[in-house]
Nanobody, 120 residues
Framework: QVHLVESGGGLVQAGGSLRLSCAAS????????MGWYRQAPGKQRELVAA???????NYADSVKGRFTISRDNAKNTVYLEMDNLKPEDTGVYYC??????????????WGQGTLVTVSS
């Protein structure tokens, strides 16, 4: 059973950068995809970035050109590089692992979350 632990969140000014890390207890290639979600208070969780076992990446339109998802298999770690942060990026960020089921990637395992706060 995979265990995911996020780290790297904190308080940053608009325009600044952060790198989030997701450490997995098992191989990240045990899953078809790894993703980063975020959730602001009072809002639903949204997928912001994902990477498949084959290396394909996808991003929410709101973060394209600013965020980069990557992985280090030797360390069983997935990263989210966040540049040019905006106040609307504020929220709790969660790492998730999922499987391709039919035409959809479904995320079944979740970390505890790390808080990112972007000030104006």
């Amino acid at each position: 059973q995979v265990h995911l632990v996020e780290s790297g969140g904190g308080l940053v000014q608009a325009g600044g950068s952060l790198r989030l890390s997701c450490a997995a207890s098992g191989s990240i290639f045990s899953f078809d995809a790894m993703g980063w979600y975020r959730q602001a208070p009072g809002k639903q969780r949204e997928l912001v970035a994902a990477i498949t076992s084959g290396g394909s990446t996808n991003y929410a339109d709101s973060v394209k050109g600013r965020f980069t998802i990557s992985r280090d298999n030797a360390k069983n770690t997935v990263y989210l590089e966040m540049d040019n942060l905006k106040p609307e990026d504020t929220g709790v960020y969660y790492c998730a692992a999922g499987w391709l089921r039919g035409s959809r990637y479904e995320y079944d395992s979740w970390g505890q979350g790390t808080l990112v706060t972007v000030s104006s």
